[in-house]
């Protein structure tokens, strides 16, 4: 029987994915969008690493650091949506993000087994290689699906879009393991704040199109 914790994950997934392809369709909604959810994600930033680093300098550069790349961020978001082409590439990314996530969670919670680090101790080997596997079947799929194309570039491309997204994840699970709380924040059911829904995203995809843009 699916736990509650699950169908909201998968409700909250569900809803997301039914946002963002909205957000990238519609240009007012991706800007409303994109400055909505960059406050939230500095405000859930200074909350989280106020408990972190204590000596003010430390903290004003790190938040310097996360207010300056969460522009880039939003920036690189924006510009990628002017053509149709570079909206298909984003999107799938993005796609391929959001599945790092939920191959990560059920393969974790199906298999379990030995854990991946101490940072996160919900981590497993098992849900690192779910993340990498659906990431790498569905961004295949949804490349092959709409441009009637795939290559090793693309497999290349998901798989390390995958690996930062675990990198994302960790990060952060290491912040708010030192901050010594469970979430960033409250605003998604089953996700908690807008940084533990967008942890892997923010590395996941630039790294990835970066990746594409360097071996394409």
């Known amino acids: 029987m699916i736990s509650r914790n699950v169908k909201k994950r998968i409700y909250t997934s569900a809803a997301l994915f039914v946002l963002l392809y909205l957000i990238i369709i519609y240009k007012l909604a991706l800007v409303y969008s994109l400055v909505i959810l960059s406050v939230l994600s500095i405000i859930e930033f200074l909350n989280l690493t106020k408990k972190v680093f204590k000596n003010k300098f430390n903290f004003f550069l790190i938040n310097s650091l ?3 790349y ?3 961020f939003c920036s690189i978001f924006f510009f990628l949506t002017v053509t149709i082409e570079s909206k298909i590439i984003l999107f799938i990314i993005l796609i391929g ?3 790092s996530d939920i191959g990560g969670f059920i393969f974790g919670k199906l298999f379990k087994g030995p854990k991946l680090t101490h940072i996160s101790p919900n981590k497993t080997y098992s849900g690192a290689i779910g993340s990498l596997f659906l990431t790498v079947i569905t961004m295949s ?3 092959f699906y709409i441009t009637n194309f795939l ?4 497999l290349i491309v998901s ?3 995958s690996i930062f997204c675990q990198f994302g994840d960790l990060l952060f699970s290491y ?3 030192k901050a010594k709380q469970k979430d960033t924040g409250n605003i998604f059911p089953g996700h908690g704040g807008v940084l533990d829904r967008l942890d892997g995203i923010f590395l996941g995809l630039p790294s990835g199109l970066i990746i594409m843009l360097l071996i394409s």
């Not at 290559?151 to 693309?154: F, K, R």
Request: aromatic content about 22%; proline content about 0%; hydrophobic content about 70%.
């Open 66 to 68: 996360f207010f300056i």
């Open 159 to 161: 798989f390390m879009t």
């Open 141 to 143: 799929f949804l490349f």
């Open 97 to 99: 993000c959001i599945a």
């Open 151 to 154: 290559s090793i570039e693309i």
């Open 70 to 72: 969460t522009l880039i």
């Open 175 to 177: 912040l708010k393991r």
